[in-house]
């Protein structure tokens, strides 16, 4: 069956850098244009990157561009998200899934960033 499962959430202080980490299962990963989500305290759910399906072609909500990169390995079914600079807006429940068949949602890695 379809999984997802993120990791790599941390405290951390403004200015500071995390990667996070998603490993999908039960798909064809190499077949599906994958995104990163940020659920924020209180907001919903919100499109902050996407990658191609060779992860070339990639996308970028105007709050992260320039900070934040996504990377995949079509060998390892895995999903990157490095993020630098970070800012204390950052925070909140991190989410990887499938651009398309989105039915099926991880439990998310929690990212804080505070001083």
């Known amino acids: 069956q379809v999984e997802f499962v993120e990791s790599g959430g941390d405290v951390v202080q403004p200015g500071g850098s995390l990667r996070l980490l998603c490993t999908a299962r039960g798909f064809i990963f190499r077949n599906y244009i994958m995104r990163w989500y940020l659920q924020a305290p209180g907001k919903e759910r919100e499109l902050i990157a996407s990658?191609?399906?060779?992860?070339?072609?990639?996308y970028y909500a105007d709050s992260v561009k320039g900070r934040f990169t996504i990377a995949r390995d079509n060998n390892k079914n895995e999903l990157y998200l490095q993020m630098n600079n970070l800012k204390p807006e950052d925070s909140g429940m991190y989410y990887c899934n499938r651009a398309r068949d989105a039915d099926v949602w991880g439990r998310g890695t929690q990212v804080n960033v505070s001083s």
């Open positions: 990658s191609g399906r060779g992860g070339v072609s990639t």
